[in-house]
């Protein structure tokens, strides 16, 4: 009986000592990875997925355990950490802040019947590492374990920081002066004949649902056409009003705009997909000066971006 006792005993050692040599092997990182902005240290029982439409659609996918896998994403957002952890997940998601890391870092728990996984995101200056796995019972407590570590080994490797980007942007058809408050930046796409484009927003919101909205551009084109940019502005409110559905509260007149009169066309669309639901504002304008058309285009949520736009429209000075 001793015998069975101790032969028993001495295999439950060996399960003991494997399960916890396996949990080591899968959630101690020690392989050294990288993002264009971030380096962090993986479990060298995690096994990279190569898959070339994985990588260019989801990031770096890590296989692990028993058939579990772990997501590696960098994203950016010119949201605060704690507003973009916001924006993550379900609305009634557990979020929480996870202390001990070098840089700022949230968990995102979500459990319900059209999400079950587990998020944890870190970053800092609009640059996030986001981290996902699935919510299974073995899986997932071997995937939110290693993840814990992860984050704990996360460094910042980029030069762009937001404390050194201007406020200031000058060139020979305006000036824009945002302060700390916004930022611009060069138009991502310019159409033929853009001379000059910039685009102003939130530097960095601690408002989870101001990452896109509002948003103001300016741009000036080479061209001096009162009559087809008159007819441009025709075009559009002839489209929205002629589509109620998706468009209300059309408006097609003149307003000053920095002092000159320009064509102006207004239209709003209610997204009732968003909890709550908003009323997304479209305001576009444009004057003749100096052989050159100058525009603006603005969108904002109703009864809530109002004053941030005038701000925005309050940065710029025509040349």
Do not use: W
């Not at 003149?254 to 908003?278: I, N, S």
């Not at 525009?295 to 736009?309: F, G, H, L, P, S």
Request: glycine share 6%; with cysteine; charged share 30%.
């Amino acid at each position: 009986m001793n015998k069975i006792t101790i032969i028993i005993g001495a295999a439950a050692a060996v399960i003991a000592a494997s399960a916890v040599g396996y949990t080591y092997y899968m959630t101690h990182p020690s392989v050294e990875c990288t993002t264009d902005s971030f380096s962090f240290k993986v479990p060298r029982g995690f096994k990279a997925d190569d898959n070339e439409y994985i990588q260019d659609t989801y990031g770096q996918m890590y296989k692990y355990g028993f058939g579990g896998d772990i997501i590696i994403t960098e994203m950016d957002s010119n949201q605060t950490p704690r507003a973009f952890a916001e924006s993550i997940g379900e609305d009634d998601a557990e979020r929480k802040k996870i202390d001990g890391t070098p840089l700022e870092c949230y968990n995102i728990e979500n459990n319900t019947k059209h999400e079950k996984d587990n998020v944890y995101l870190t970053g800092t200056d609009n640059h996030f590492l986001v981290m996902e796995t699935d919510s299974s019972f073995i899986n997932g407590l071997l995937g939110d374990m290693a993840m814990k570590n992860i984050v704990k080994t996360v460094k910042y490797t980029s030069d762009y920081r937001l404390a050194d980007l201007p406020d200031e942007y000058d060139n020979e058809y305006f000036h824009i002066s945002t302060g700390v408050k916004y930022s611009f930046s060069d138009f991502e796409r310019k159409e033929e004949g853009v001379l000059a484009g910039q685009t102003i927003r939130y530097r960095e919101s601690d408002d989870k649902d101001k990452d896109y909205y509002p948003v103001l551009s300016i741009g000036v084109l080479d061209s001096a056409d009162a009559e087809k940019n008159a007819e441009n502005y025709d075009k559009r409110y002839e489209s929205k009003i002629n589509d109620p559905e998706h468009y209300h509260s059309v408006v097609r007149d003149k307003q000053e705009l920095f002092g000159y009169e320009a064509e102006h066309v207004h239209f709003e669309h209610f997204d009732d997909y968003k909890a709550p639901p908003v009323t997304q504002v479209y305001d576009m304008k444009s004057f003749i000066k100096d052989g050159h058309t100058y525009y603006v285009n603005m969108t904002y949520i109703k009864d809530r971006d109002e004053a941030d736009i005038q701000e925005m429209l309050d940065c710029i000075s025509i040349k």
